[in-house]
């Protein structure tokens, strides 16, 4: 059930709901927004004709559209300093961050988009610095005892390498954060490799700007993965969720005064000459 609703004191039936619809199901008979029941089913669910309706007439899915957050978009200055200094942090506090900042960043990577906006990511959030640490034991448990059976992975044998480091006070997997997300998507949703990805990629320049330090970790992916997956499997990621990806965050221990300084490479402009090459 949709529950698509309009409000006749407030619609100006300017027709940008149905305009701006990804899958075309709105239609103006009548002058006033409808969806046909035949069409219900072809809904995506993206609120597209909520958010682009200019007097708020238009209400989806039971949401209010008075209690939406207004467009505010940040200066382009702001946003670029944000993208061009943040760091990847190896060095972090043992502080838990506070609940409510961590259920801001949860609701902030709820908006991230998906394929066919299916939002089927799962968000495996270790919000306890003591349960962190048990994961960060059981996976060096786990390595030690492949390298001590000879049944490390093949492609995995740099992991004998961090049993010593780890010994010796260094976390070169998790880096001794007090937390850790990993979002994952099963593999038969519209985009289960790029989904992850995307959330992520909210999800650190949310916590950037809320002064907290972030770091992709392919380690901590390729150990519960592939080296003590029967660990994986405890923290609940589904078996049937083929793309995941680890991000380690909390309070930096460390403060960068700058931005680096980097060269745009790697960038190709089409021009008609690509085009006329192609016939």
């Not at 670029?80 to 190896?90: D, Q, T, Y």
């Not at 029967?230 to 991000?247: K, N, V």
């Amino acid at each position: 059930m949709l529950d698509f609703i309009i409000d006749e004191t407030r619609c100006v039936q300017c027709g940008e709901c149905a305009a701006d619809c990804p899958a075309s199901i709105i239609d103006m008979d009548g002058g006033l927004p409808r969806i046909p029941e035949h069409r219900e089913s072809y809904c995506i669910g993206c609120q597209h004709c909520l958010a682009v309706c200019p007097t708020a007439a238009l209400s989806i899915l039971g949401k209010d559209p008075d209690k939406s957050a207004p467009v505010l978009p940040p200066s382009p200055d702001a946003l670029e300093n944000l993208i061009k200094s943040r760091r990847s942090v190896r060095r972090f506090l043992p502080d838990r961050v506070e609940g409510h900042i961590l259920d801001r960043l949860m609701d902030v990577i709820a908006h991230a988009p998906t394929g066919k906006n299916q939002r089927r990511i799962r968000f495996t959030l270790v919000d306890d610095p003591q349960v962190m640490e048990l994961i960060r034991v059981g996976t060096m448990d786990g390595i030690r005892k492949a390298v001590i059976d000879d049944s490390l992975p093949d492609g995995m044998e740099f992991f004998a390498k961090m049993v010593a480091p780890y010994d010796q006070g260094r976390d070169i997997i998790y880096r001794k954060a007090p937390h850790m997300i990993i979002a994952s998507a099963p593999k038969d949703s519209a985009a289960p490799d790029a989904d992850p990805f995307i959330a992520l990629s909210y999800f650190e320049l949310m916590a950037q700007s809320l002064g907290l330090g972030t770091v992709w970790c392919g380690f901590a992916r390729w150990a519960l993965q592939s080296v003590v997956p029967e660990l994986g499997r405890t923290l609940g990621i589904p078996a049937d969720h083929r793309s995941m990806y680890a991000m380690m965050f909390g309070y930096p221990a460390v403060s960068y005064a700058r931005a680096v300084q980097r060269d745009v490479v790697g960038v190709h402009r089409v021009g008609p000459a690509d085009l006329e090459g192609g016939r």
